[in-house]
């Protein structure tokens, strides 16, 4: 490998770290665990991990990789706070769609280029882009490895 | 700059965004507000301060970058669980630790090449560093930015 293909793999191997890590997290909870509030009054873990599926979900476009499989989830997960819609999905369809779009967004990773993640993402112009190239899609990989660590760590916190 | 600069650069700007969040977060509490647990029973805003800075501080050598500043840090903050060691630094002082190691930090970074990075870190052997090329400094960066991240999500849940 090359620097720069080592430096690609170390990155896309953090995202997968921590992806890993929070589907163990969530997937053996039941339903009813799953209700758990992280802190008391907080986020319950259903909402944590419909959140990060609508996060990760968001990713496929904003990367070039596709249109989004499940734009429905920031309905529930996203534009709503937690408790404020009812009729969430089970833990078993979030689950699917977890696997869904992590295994997309891996499956997309594997056939960028470095010169593809160092390339801008699709929210940004040409313009904006050429001022500061930094808004390119490693920068994205990065801001939501830290976004899915940060709720991660709040998991941790609910009683078991 | 080439895309492997811009790589390199966006990794040291998401760590760098985490530093400075997590400084919002704490430099702006009183000694008395830094002993609220981020949750019932949990660990104290006190603690992950300190705990955050040891472990910044122990990236020094581990990247290369010279001796630890702050070692006798661990001690409270590492080894030990919150609340099992009395006397603990106050929010002044960590303040000033904090800023001194992530400042050293920052200036070795700015020093290190592409090759650098993709070098290996100081706790892998050359054998272990052949067979797994991701044991290198960019991959001690990123871990450290999502542990970073992980206590920083924490720290949003403790009451105000």
Redesign the interface.
Known sequence: ?T??Q??????V??WK??VERAGKVFSGLTDQQLQTE???G?NRLVYLWGHLTAVHDAMLPLLGLGDRLHPELDAAFVTAADKAVDGLPSAAQIKRYWDEVNGHLMAGFGKFT??D??GKHTAVSDEDFAAN??R?R??VL??R???L??????T??APK
Do not use: C, D, F, K
Request: aromatic share 6%; proline share 5%.
């Open positions: 490998m620097s720069e080592t430096i690609i793999a170390s990155a191997q953090s770290q921590n992280v802190a008391p907080r470095t010169s993640w160092a190239p930094l390119n490693l920068s990065l801001s490895t830290s976004h660590a940060y709720h991660i760590g709040q941790a916190l």
